[in-house]
């Protein structure tokens, strides 16, 4: 059974980075699949955040895209988020997901990060 | 920037009844890329139909989608109280490779 298990710190200071780490059970992420990152600020919508493949190839959203980087830990069987910059905006709950097949197939249980001095 | 529009915002129903929520495209989508998702307060969203019309590993068979071009729909055959939730909408491009969802449609109880 995949679980995917979202950790890092649940408070960032303004202009700080934020940063995430999703460990990956029960499936190698050295799959053909995609490892996501979607975000749900309180009593929102979601947003996609970006894609890694294990090659290292990564696809962004591109209203965030100057500000994130998502990396990949095969030894690890793990994956990360990175986040600069931040903003009481970004202020969410944060997914981490497996997709494939154009969709999002398993989720983490989310963290929330509250970004705040 | 394809834009998923869904409706209503809220929908009113009772167990036993069949739901139908939209999911509008603002522009034709290949019906590969249309999903639906089920969000439960507190909880992440949980997969409930891809390709349109593909239920996920699980998911019963009250949950049906179908749809083509700008218009897609999610129908729940037969409401069970566990079934009060939000849905999303959401739309796969690959080039570039992005996810949109919709804003959210609330199922709630009559």
């Known amino acids: 059974q995949v679980q995917l298990q979202e950790s890092g710190p649940g408070l960032v200071k303004p202009s700080g980075t934020l940063s995430l780490t999703c460990a990956v059970f029960g499936a190698s992420i050295s799959s053909g699949d995609w490892w996501t990152w979607v975000r749900q600020p309180p009593g929102k919508g979601l947003e996609w955040i970006g894609e890694?493949?294990?090659?290292?190839?990564?696809h962004y959203n591109a209203s965030l895209k100057s500000r994130v980087t998502l990396s990949v830990d095969k030894s690890n069987n793990q994956f990360s988020l990175k986040l600069t910059s931040v903003t009481a905006a970004d202020t969410a709950v944060y997914y981490c997901?497996?997709?494939?097949?154009?969709?999002?197939?398993?989720w983490g249980q989310g963290t929330l990060v509250t970004v705040s001095s | 920037e394809i834009v998923l529009t869904q409706s209503p915002g809220t929908l009113s129903l009772s167990p036993g009844e069949r739901a139908t929520l939209s999911c509008r495209a603002s522009?034709?989508?290949?019906?590969?890329?249309l999903a639906w998702y089920q969000q439960k307060p507190g909880q992440a969203p949980r997969l409930l139909i891809y390709?349109?019309?593909s239920r996920a590993t699980g998911i019963p068979g009250r949950f049906s989608g179908s749809g083509s071009g700008t218009d897609f729909t999610l129908t729940i055959s037969g409401l069970e109280s566990e079934d009060f939730a939000v849905y999303f909408c959401q739309h796969y491009e690959s080039s570039p490779p992005r996810y949109t969802f919709g804003q959210g449609t609330k199922l709630e109880i009559k």
């Open positions: 997901v497996r997709a494939y097949s154009s969709a999002l197939f398993y």
């Open positions: 890694i493949h294990h090659s290292g190839t990564a």
């Open positions: 522009q034709s989508v290949g019906s590969t890329y």
């Open positions: 390709a349109t019309d």
